[in-house]
């Protein structure tokens, strides 16, 4: 069982960067898969990024490549999604996932863990 915590998230200006933090508890943290989905308004949810449980491998959306970048600390129980370059469509709630697999995976069904999310919104 893994409980997820975002936090970061706020109101920012287009070209304006944000970090988001996910805190898990649990001791097999190492072993997850983890990733950021968002989902704005009257939209399906949608993959964000995703890093193993090494952390050797990233994975991020098109739409997102080039500006945001996942990353973890695994001593720390973290995993964070810094945001650069943010454009008002980046505008969602943010959901950190967990996957208790060492695959990494991009579409919702295949997480079974989820934070409350946080609410990223970005200003024109």
């Known amino acids: 069982q893994v409980q997820l915590v975002e936090s970061g998230g706020g109101l920012v200006q287009a070209g304006g960067s944000l970090r988001l933090s996910c805190a898990a508890s649990?001791?097999?943290?190492?072993?997850?898969?983890m990733g950021w989905f968002r989902q704005a308004p009257g939209k399906e949810r949608e993959f964000v990024a995703a890093?193993?449980?090494?952390?050797?491998?990233?994975y991020n959306a098109d739409s997102v490549k080039g500006r945001f970048t996942i990353s973890r600390d695994n001593a720390k129980n973290t995993v964070y999604l810094q945001m650069n370059s943010l454009k008002p469509e980046d505008t969602a709630v943010y959901y950190c996932?967990?996957?208790?697999?060492?695959?990494?995976?991009?579409?919702?069904?295949?997480?079974?863990?989820w934070g409350q999310g946080t609410q990223v919104t970005v200003s024109s």
């Open positions: 890093i193993s449980w090494s952390g050797g491998r990233p």
């Open positions: 649990g001791r097999t943290f190492s072993r997850y898969t």
């Open positions: 996932a967990a996957r208790p697999s060492i695959v990494v995976l991009m579409t919702v069904s295949d997480y079974d863990y």
